[in-house]
């Protein structure tokens, strides 16, 4: 009689798709006390990957690619600076980052974290660029908002239609 084993629960470097990564980000997240949302809409049409609050009420902001393609192909994340103090790209182990170094990137002002579903590391510290207090202000109420709402709604899914949409 064939024996087989169970299917591993730790995807192959090439299946990890975003949902995996993001996992990774917010478990080192949340072990650094940085508290995040994923998909979160901004004020500009756009959706941060992850966006959240570091201990000092900054605002963290985490544009995920796992394809090299999207990576090169992505115009649109310098959009995503002016609703964070920090920026980072949130990648899986497996794609090359070397593109990141290019000032097409713009590295003085980009970090870099390397995930996958269980785990990440930040391999390039993002650096600090402060909002102004009021944008700040804003942002971080519309977070702790979106927040509530979307725990709201697990809690009852039957208040959805009473909100207003992301």
Partial sequence: MATTSPPSPIPEPATLDAQS???????????????????????????????????????????????????????????????????YWGLPPTLDRACLESEDYKPDCCGIIVADAYDAEIVRPAPSHPLNAARRKKEVERLARVALRRQQVALDPECAPWGMEE
Avoid: Q, S, T
């Fill in 21 to 87: 990564v993001c996992r990774g980000i917010a478990r080192l997240f949340a072990r650094n006390d940085i508290w995040c949302l994923p998909e979160m809409p901004l004020r500009n049409g756009r959706r941060a990957d992850l966006m959240g609050i570091d201990p000092k009420g900054r605002i963290v902001i985490v544009e995920i690619k796992v394809a090299r393609g999207d990576l090169l192909g992505d115009g649109k994340w310098p959009d995503y600076l002016d609703f964070c103090d920090r920026f």
